[in-house]
């Protein structure tokens, strides 16, 4: 049997009015679309350029426990570094368009290999990067029937409240987005923060035994297509805020927070093995209020959850030139 948030997704519309929009009549057509282009950007780093890489040297001598435990330790990280790009853009307005065109080739990419395409947004100014998506040639070419759409983390009040992710993507994105309603899964928010985040973990349980969710081979997690994130100033992303306890959660999917130091107090958030295991993760920071945090998780200067980040395909920063101005 479906989890409430299947039967909650079917009322998907406004905040206001939870029933189906008028927008959402849509035939959709197939995505054709060409690589990001080059030409709005500033400038492209190697991570080596940015902080120390690591190495592995194979050698005949015997070594303890402890070393070769290191050395494996070592490789792993050196194996996340090679995965992950930074793209550094003199205006937001290019990264902006470029971040398009990167979602816009995965959504083509994964509709076509698996006929589905799930994506993670966070809030915050994250959902402003996107709106090129509901411009020429995207929201006509896009094929937004096959969209599945999360959050990454949210804040246990109404929808139709100012501090509601759920409004925030449903007022600059969602509403003129023809995304099917059952396909928009956000969490009940009637209920306690512990119990949302249960709900809201069977919820992606039984799309994984749908196969609309994949599951990662390498960690039993799920496997989003991609996954959006903002970063604040602090560092912070989704709800794993720098020195919280959460961010040490091992085994759940989404945890329940109800000390936030941001408020409101009481959130979901996806773990970090959740984050981690998505195919694409791009973090999106734009502003030079968070430069030091930016330096902080690039750099390694710091211990900011933004620096815990990785994926298992590719994790790219989206970077504007002041949000830059530390590396």
Same mark, same amino acid.
């Given at each position: 049997?479906?989890?409430?948030?299947?039967?909650?997704?079917?009322?998907?519309?406004?905040?206001?009015?939870?029933?189906?929009?008028?927008?959402?009549?849509?035939? *959709?057509?197939?995505?054709? !679309? /060409?690589?990001?282009?080059?030409?709005?950007?500033?400038?492209?780093?190697?991570?080596?350029?940015? =902080?120390?890489?690591?190495?592995?040297?194979?050698?005949?001598?015997?070594?303890?426990?402890?070393?070769?435990?290191?050395?494996?330790? #070592?490789?792993?990280?050196?194996?996340?570094?090679?995965?992950?790009?930074?793209?550094? @853009? +003199?205006?937001?307005?290019?990264?902006?368009?470029?971040?398009?065109?990167?979602?816009?080739?995965?959504?083509?990419?994964?509709?076509?290999?698996? =006929?589905?395409?799930?994506?993670?947004?966070?809030?915050?100014?994250?959902?402003?990067?996107?709106?090129?998506?509901?411009?020429?040639? @995207?929201?006509?070419?896009?094929?937004?029937?096959?969209?599945?759409?999360?959050?990454? +983390?949210?804040?246990? &009040?109404?929808?139709?409240?100012?501090?509601?992710?759920?409004?925030?993507?449903? +007022?600059?994105?969602?509403?003129?987005?023809?995304?099917?309603?059952?396909?928009?899964?956000?969490?009940?928010?009637?209920?306690?923060?512990?119990?949302?985040?249960?709900?809201?973990?069977?919820?992606?349980?039984?799309?994984?035994k749908t196969n609309?969710?994949?599951? #990662?081979?390498?960690? =039993?997690? *799920?496997?989003?297509?991609?996954?959006?994130?903002?970063?604040?100033?602090?560092?912070?992303? %989704?709800?794993?805020? *720098? =020195?919280?306890?959460? !961010?040490?959660? /091992?085994?759940?999917?989404? %945890? /329940?927070?109800?000390?936030?130091?941001? *408020?409101?107090?009481?959130?979901?958030?996806?773990?970090?093995?959740?984050?981690?295991?998505?195919?694409?993760?791009?973090?999106?920071?734009?502003?030079?209020?968070?430069?030091?945090?930016?330096?902080?998780?690039?750099?390694?200067?710091?211990?900011?959850?933004?620096?815990? &980040?990785?994926?298992? +395909?590719?994790?790219?920063w989206f970077l504007?030139?002041?949000? /830059? #101005?530390?590396?």
């Amino acid at each position: 049997m479906a989890s409430s948030c299947f039967l909650r997704s079917i009322l998907f519309s406004s905040p206001t009015n939870l029933r189906s929009n008028p927008l959402f009549a849509f035939s *959709p057509n197939t995505l054709t !679309c /060409s690589p990001p282009s080059t030409a709005s950007r500033f400038e492209s780093l190697s991570v080596s350029s940015i =902080g120390a890489g690591s190495s592995c040297r194979l050698s005949s001598t015997r070594r303890n426990v402890s070393e070769v435990r290191s050395m494996a330790t #070592s490789a792993a990280e050196m194996g996340k570094e090679e995965k992950k790009r930074v793209e550094i @853009y +003199d205006l937001e307005e290019n990264l902006a368009v470029d971040l398009a065109k990167f979602t816009a080739n995965l959504s083509d990419k994964f509709c076509k290999e698996r =006929g589905a395409f799930t994506v993670v947004v966070s809030g915050g100014s994250l959902i402003k990067s996107l709106r090129k998506l509901v411009e020429s040639p @995207y929201i006509d070419s896009i094929d937004w029937a096959r969209w599945h759409f999360f959050w990454v +983390d949210e804040r246990v &009040v109404p929808k139709h409240h100012d501090d509601s992710n759920y409004k925030l993507a449903y +007022d600059s994105f969602l509403s003129k987005v023809p995304i099917p309603p059952g396909n928009v899964h956000a969490i009940n928010e009637s209920l306690s923060a512990e119990a949302a985040a249960d709900d809201y973990e069977t919820c992606l349980k039984h799309l994984v035994k749908t196969n609309i969710l994949r599951v #990662s081979e390498s960690t =039993g997690f *799920p496997k989003f297509d991609l996954m959006l994130l903002g970063m604040g100033p602090d560092g912070h992303v %989704a709800s794993l805020f *720098p =020195g919280h306890g959460l !961010c040490n959660e /091992s085994k759940k999917w989404v %945890a /329940s927070i109800n000390d936030s130091p941001k *408020p409101p107090s009481e959130r979901i958030t996806f773990t970090f093995p959740v984050i981690n295991s998505s195919a694409h993760v791009s973090l999106v920071v734009a502003g030079s209020g968070k430069a030091e945090a930016v330096q902080a998780a690039l750099k390694k200067t710091g211990n900011v959850p933004a620096g815990s &980040v990785s994926a298992e +395909d590719e994790l790219v920063w989206f970077l504007d030139k002041p949000a /830059s #101005s530390k590396l």
